[in-house]
């Protein structure tokens, strides 16, 4: 990458020419198109919302890579520029030739910005405000791209409703992957439009009802429609909207993900994550829409979010150590999760697992750990603290019986599981306090509790009294409801992978 000498005033000069006759030139006609976009002000150039009129394309692109010279990676949320020359690159995808207007097919244009940014050590991707790119599925690898870039996302994301964009299915939408020091960031959206997906699921709302009989009986009558709304059936191998593979160092923060047609936002083999600020927004009755998915990933920090959707807000699976989630408000969804693991005989190893600080409302679980039996490995050192509960059909729950609601036969091999504390979980439950249905070969070890004051949802209406199977533990307080279903004894050694 070339370096650029001049000063910040010429370049600003530069530049606010080539926005101004943007501005004025052929995007004129499309600026109602876009919203919250603003004049050209010093702030509208610094965000760079300047459309290329044909024929100055290169010119633009150029002018927006000098003007990448005057940002800070810190200070890209504001886009303040420097005063003497910052070591960030912007690449824009404006300047690739994305349209933004929500129907056009963008991909091509994300693929060419971030080739470019992948290049260029602490480099940004942006994908500007006031804009909605129609993006197919795509894949950021990079092992061969250089560390800590930047995608900033301030405008929106929209995923394909047609079913062509998804081939026989595919299981990841936005998939990032091998990389060293990658940040999402900004106060943009990713829409994964996946209610054309969530069809074969009972829908709650009328109008949904409504609008999809509507749009399948124009279709029916209309072969001829050419409109991505109007879609075959979709693959019935649903993709995860933004996930992140093989990679150290990841942040997400600021961006909400919303109706994902799976997962919203999925760790795979990633270290040192960090996921803050950070919304997922889809309805409670959405089908397998988890709202962050851990899978073989350590050293993961997660605070500050609010998870809306229609299974677990947090999963964390099989490979995941040193996981520290705080300051979450959960639901509607199933709660916070451990498991499932150890599904077909596999050996599933899970541990160093905090959550702290959360409140879990409308959900079918608040703080779960669930097996299957015939598995092996281990869940220890797993702390759950000070969390309220308020609707929640079961707050406290370990399953290792976990079937997915085919048959499961009965088997003596199990994932282990030990070293498990509740403190301080109150509020309100629907069903029963707390469910510990363990192992009979390899009994829950160190199960310990203290202070739970759970308390039924309606003081009227008569609920199950909690629950305990081969569960070895210690009440450290009096409990509401009062448990004496513990096995108490010695928790000898605690089950190891
Ligand atoms: C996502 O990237 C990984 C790693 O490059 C790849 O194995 C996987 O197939 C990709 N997923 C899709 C849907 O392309
Ligand atoms: C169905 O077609 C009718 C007539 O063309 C139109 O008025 C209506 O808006 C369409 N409905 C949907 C959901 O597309
Ligand atoms: C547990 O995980 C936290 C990070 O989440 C880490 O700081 C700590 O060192 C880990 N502890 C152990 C015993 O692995
Ligand atoms: C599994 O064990 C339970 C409890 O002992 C028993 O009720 C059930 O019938 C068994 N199921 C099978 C498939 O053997």
């Known amino acids: 990458m070339r370096r650029f000498n001049l000063k910040r005033n010429i370049l600003v000069t530069v530049i606010s020419f080539f926005v101004w006759s943007s501005e004025h030139g052929t995007c004129n006609a499309r600026e109602g198109k876009h919203w919250g976009r603003s004049k050209a002000t010093p702030q509208s150039i610094s965000n760079k919302n300047g459309r290329n009129p044909r024929g100055s394309k290169n010119l633009v692109h150029q002018a927006s890579r000098m003007m990448g010279e005057l940002y800070t990676a810190q200070d890209e949320t504001t886009k303040t520029p420097l005063q003497n020359g910052g070591s960030s690159v912007t690449f824009n995808v404006l300047d690739y030739g994305a349209k933004g207007d929500g129907s056009a097919d963008d991909t091509k244009a994300f693929e060419a910005a971030w080739a470019d940014a992948c290049k260029v050590e602490a480099s940004t991707m942006l994908v500007p405000t006031g804009s909605v790119f129609l993006v197919k599925p795509i894949s950021f690898a990079g092992p061969n791209c250089d560390p800590n870039i930047i995608f900033q996302l301030d405008g929106k994301i929209i995923a394909p409703t047609s079913s062509a964009a998804w081939g026989s299915g595919l299981l990841h939408w936005l998939n990032f992957s091998e990389l060293k020091g990658i940040t999402v960031r900004g106060k943009g959206v990713i829409d994964g439009q996946g209610s054309v997906w969530w069809n074969d699921s009972p829908l709650d709302k009328p109008e949904e009802v409504a609008a999809t009989s509507a749009r399948d009986s124009n279709y029916s009558s209309s072969q001829n429609l050419i409109s991505s709304e109007v879609s075959q059936k979709m693959p ?97 969804g199933h709660g916070i999760s451990i498991g499932s693991l150890g599904k077909d005989s596999t050996k599933a190893c899970v541990s160093n697992i905090t959550v702290r600080d959360t409140t879990i409302h409308s959900a079918i679980s608040g703080v779960r750990i669930k097996t299957w039996q ?22 406290i729950m370990i399953d290792q019986y976990y079937c997915d609601g085919s048959k499961c036969q009965n088997k003596t091999s199990a994932v282990g599981v030990s070293g498990i504390s509740y403190q301080n979980i109150k509020g309100t439950y629907t069903s029963k306090a707390v469910h510990f249905a363990c192992s009979d070969s390899l009994p829950c070890k160190g199960v310990i509790l203290n202070t739970i004051e759970l308390k039924p949802q309606q003081e009227d209406k008569p609920l199950s009294e909690p629950f305990c199977w081969k569960t070895y533990g210690e009440l450290q307080t009096s409990t509401t409801p009062p448990i004496d279903c513990l096995l108490v004894g010695k928790a000898s050694n605690p089950y190891s992978c």
């Open 374 to 395: 015939g598995g092996s490995g281990a869940v220890q050192g797993v702390m759950f603290s000070n969390i309220q509960v308020s609707e929640v059909e079961t707050p």
């Open 236 to 332: 019935s191998t649903k993709p995860t909207a933004l996930r992140f593979y093989g990679s150290t160092d990841v942040t997400v923060t600021g961006i909400t993900i919303q109706n994902s047609p799976q997962a919203h936002l999925k760790f795979d083999d990633c270290t040192l994550v960090r996921v803050f600020d950070f919304s997922v927004s889809s309805p409670g009755n959405s089908p397998n829409t988890d709202g962050i998915h851990l899978q073989n990933s350590q050293d993961v920090v997660i605070h500050s979010s609010n998870l809306a959707c229609g299974d677990d807000c947090i999963s964390i699976q099989a490979g995941c150590s040193g996981i520290y989630i705080h300051d979450i408000n959960c639901g509607p």
